[in-house]
Nanobody
Framework: QVQLVESGGGSVQAGGSLRLSCAIS????????MGWFRQAPGKEREGVAV???????KYADSVKGRFTISKDNAKNTLYLQMYSLKPEDTAMYYC???????????????????WGQGTQVTVSS
């Protein structure tokens, strides 16, 4: 049974930073896509950043240069380092996983099978 458990969310002021973690268990695929997604109140869930088993990454334009996705394979943990946070980054953040696709890891949330429960990030101005 695949389980993803996020942590690290919180409340920060604009310009601050946070690091989200996602502990992954039960996923045995060697070729995978994993990523971070977010959903703000009244908005659709959107992709933030994804990474594949080779470390190739893809970011949403809104977070490029401010967020970094990484994975520690020894710890089976996915991270999202967030800098220069803005109020518009306020959302519930989810990690998700799926098997790797030949066309590369999609950043659309509908393409992912396994999801965590989310961690809230609130950025105040």
């Amino acid at each position: 049974q695949v389980q993803l458990v996020e942590s690290g969310g919180g409340s920060v002021q604009a310009g601050g930073s946070l690091r989200l973690s996602c502990a992954i268990s039960g996923y045995t695929g060697r070729r995978y896509c994993m990523g971070w997604f977010r959903q703000a109140p009244g908005k659709e869930r959107e992709g933030v950043a994804v990474i594949d088993m080779n470390g190739s990454t893809k970011y949403a334009d809104s977070v490029k240069g401010r967020f970094t996705i990484s994975k520690d394979n020894a710890k089976n943990t996915l991270y999202l380092q967030m800098y220069s946070l803005k109020p518009e980054d306020t959302a519930m953040y989810y990690c998700a996983a799926r098997d790797w696709a030949y066309v590369g890891c999609p950043i659309g949330p509908d393409e992912y099978n396994y999801w965590g429960q989310g961690t809230q990030v609130t950025v105040s101005s």
